[in-house]
């Protein structure tokens, strides 16, 4: 009886749940029917967020590739194209990996510098972004195409530089590689599963994630997909990847972007995902049909199972609304409601254990993704400065604002166990000022307690993680301070570059729990990021300066090769110091060899004139110890300086006018020295304090250098200016005594030499002949008869007319003056006189019967002078003529035996001399 009614019972139980569950179960279904179609459009949105995230990506990298050709058209070297352009452009083609060549085309098209070496003259005039650049003087991206070099899919962009004119004389271009769009997009935005696919509007693959190598180059493998992007259909596709994996695909076209030509994206998720949904949707509404069997079967059989099935339903009311401890409380029977009651708490057990796993693994998903998220954004912001300073500032901002932190700072170790700071934030926290004024100067001599966690860090190249404050005993000597500015935790992180610690990343936070191992990981990778970053700004100012000190020694060396001024020579380099070393004030003490004291010689900078007034012995005041020790000095706090001597606190003393009225703080001095000679002290003044590097030190020294070379040169070349300047005048003074020596020989030509050269040097220079020819005629006039010493006394003295033989022998004397003058270097320049005085302007004269202007200058203009003097001289054949009438002889014989224009300037000068007479 009793198992015939357990079987009648289990029938009607059975027809019963049917009836109920018939509609229900017709219920469930338009519910599944109505989710398909909502996820069917989140998948759509997945996919659409997958493409909107490529173009974003792909916009980005056009706008940092404008910035970057903008930085990179600024360099000597690009603008010069010069054999420095191709190491510059291959630096940075190795810093940002994403592009694949830069260059730089001439204005004809050719490629005249590239990153990657090239084989022959390559044209790219052809390009469409060179063509845009040309035409628009403006940045231009071009379409996309394989690059002739790289043989990659690329993007071009062009970038102008511009001539002196203000015209395009050459096209900066970066090939931007499309495979850098599927790593970017290979990160935690792609749902597991996902394809990305890159393609131009013949279907073959630009670039696809994954697996970029496999298809670039090759046809897209899904052909429904192709033929959506050839018809040109927006719509969604279903279909099968070579991968045996179903996606649903959707295509967009990227052709409204700039240079993206007629680009195609396709992004798939695979189906199964939605699948999966749904299927979770279909348990979801069993379990809701299974509920609503169970209300149904307690409303049909009443108090038979009333109390068991209202704690079931009780129970699973309370699951469904989220508490998921609740319990049916039914004894486990071995009838079926006490093994359903057994089930059902089984159920609500495993999911309450499901739940507590899922909430720990979604904090723990969500923890990660805010963390990536600032660690993306962070470092996008490590890639917006080349400065150190600012990029340290950033660094020490992101981790405050972005990751979390109370406070952090960044610090760079020295050369000698120094720490620098480069940066803290916030910048107003009065704890970072006494955390980091307690550094010691030199880690290597302070004790483990003393040297704390930052300095444990660069030791051991590992991140030093202080979670308890007050219970840790490392920090016995920082502890007070910490706990007053409410710190609870800290974290040093070593900033390593090419396996050398170089710096410190210090974080504090007020959150005992604060460094996770989670955390401590991903803010290791990031102190990786920020120190490969501040090391690249670092090489790249120190490049920089580098470059500017080259620029500045080259001036150097121009000035000193150029000028023979010593104080131009010394401006310059004064201007170069200031600049290049960045101090406010500089002079230069040069070493008077005849009292042994340092005097001033130029100066920059300084607000009151007393410099230029200073007199110092050798080892007096700070440029006194430098030049007689011989080594650079270096004073970074005047304020601090013990005065050398007694007498130096006197108020009128230099070091108090230094401080106190010229408001120096810091100060340094280089000896300059030549050929182990110390010429004189180069100083250098700031008005607030100093710490500078080794390389600032050590331009210091090499421009201290270049000014002793300048100082030594042009004291050598005045002492050789001042020996030739003797020389010169012992020369013409022998040829003065040879020439009164000639004249004492003929007591009726005494003085004759001296006037015909006083009055040739005046005629010559009226007529704007250059002084350094004046010289030259000057001594030619002074020996005019010196080849008369070839004659004899009879022929020179004979008071009767010369015979034919003897006229011959007389008109030979300039052959003689010839032959005497020319062996001797410094008296050749000097020959035109004495050798063709007696030219005539007719051809007439003698001795090679010159004509007109083939007979030199000089000869010309003393021509006439002779004749001149001569005509108003006494001779014992006749008396001296009046000057006027000697003046209108003169002027007959133009253009016959004397030049016209000589003539015509030598009786204006003598005309308006005999008119000054005669008034």
Known sequence: ????????????????????????????????????????????????????????????????????????????????????????????????????????????????????????RVNLGDRLYFRQVIATHQFAVGEYQIGRITQKATVNFGYPLFDSAGDVRAVLFAAFDLGALSRVTSGPVLPRGAVMTLVDREGVVLTRYPDPERWTGRRLPEAMVLDAIQSQRQSVIETQGPDGVRRLYRVASLRDLPGAGMLYASAGIPSISAAAQRYELLMRGVAGLTLLGLVAAWLAFGLLFVKPVEALVSAARRVGQGELSARSGVAYRTGELGQLAQAFDGMAEELQHREVERNASEQQILDQLQTLTALYAGARQLTLSLDPDDLARRIVR?????????????????????????????????????????????????????????????????????SDIAGDPALASWRDLLLRYGIASLASFPLTSRDETFGVLAVLSDNPAFFSAHRVELFSAFANQAAAALENARLHGETTDRLDQLESLSKIDLAISSSLDLKITLDVILDQVTARLRVDAADILLLRPPTRMLEYAAGRGFRETRMSGTRLRLGDQYAGRVASERRTLLIPDLRETQAISPQDAAPEHFLTYLVAREQFVSYAAAPLIAKGQVLGVLEVYHRTALDPEPTWIAFLEAVAGQAAIAVDNLTLFDNLQRSNRDLARAYDTTLEGLSRAMDLRDKETEGHTQRVTDLSVRLARAMGMREDQVVHLRRGALLHDIGKMGLSDAILFKPDVLTADEGTRMRRHPEHARDLLQPIEYLRPALAI?????????????????????????????????VWDALTSDRPYRPAWSKEKALTYIREQSGKHFDPRATEEFVKMMGTEISASSD
């Open 834 to 866: 004495p050798y063709a005085h007696h030219e005539k302007w007719d051809g007439s004269g003698y001795p090679q019967g010159l004509r007109g202007d083939q007979i030199p200058l000089e000869a010309r203009i003393f021509a006439i002078v002779d």
């Open 398 to 466: 992101i981790f405050v604002e972005v990751l979390g932190g109370k406070a952090a700072w960044i610090g760079r170790v020295l050369p000698g166990g120094r720490m620098k700071r480069l940066a803290d934030y916030p910048a107003d926290a009065g704890l970072l000022e006494e955390v980091t004024a307690r550094v010691a100067a030199r880690w290597s001599e302070s004790t483990a307690q003393e040297q704390g966690p930052s300095m444990h860090a660069i030791q051991s190249g590992f991140p030093a993680i202080v």
């Open 1 to 120: 009886m009793g198992e015939r009614l357990a079987a009648g019972l289990r029938v009607r139980i059975f027809v019963i749940l049917v009836l109920v569950l018939l509609p229900i179960l017709g219920l469930v279904y338009i519910i599944v029917q109505q989710e398909e179609r909502t996820l069917a459009q989140v998948a759509l949105v997945q996919v659409q967020n997958l493409i909107d995230h490529l173009i974003t990506d792909y916009t980005d990298g056009v706008e940092d590739t404008r910035r970057l050709l903008g930085s990179i058209a600024r360099l000597p070297e690009i603008r010069a194209a010069g054999p420095g352009c191709r190491s510059v452009l291959a630096w940075y083609r190795d810093a940002y990996p994403t592009y694949l060549n830069l260059g730089v085309i001439d204005r004809q098209g050719f490629l005249v510098c590239s990153a990657l070496p090239t084989v022959g």
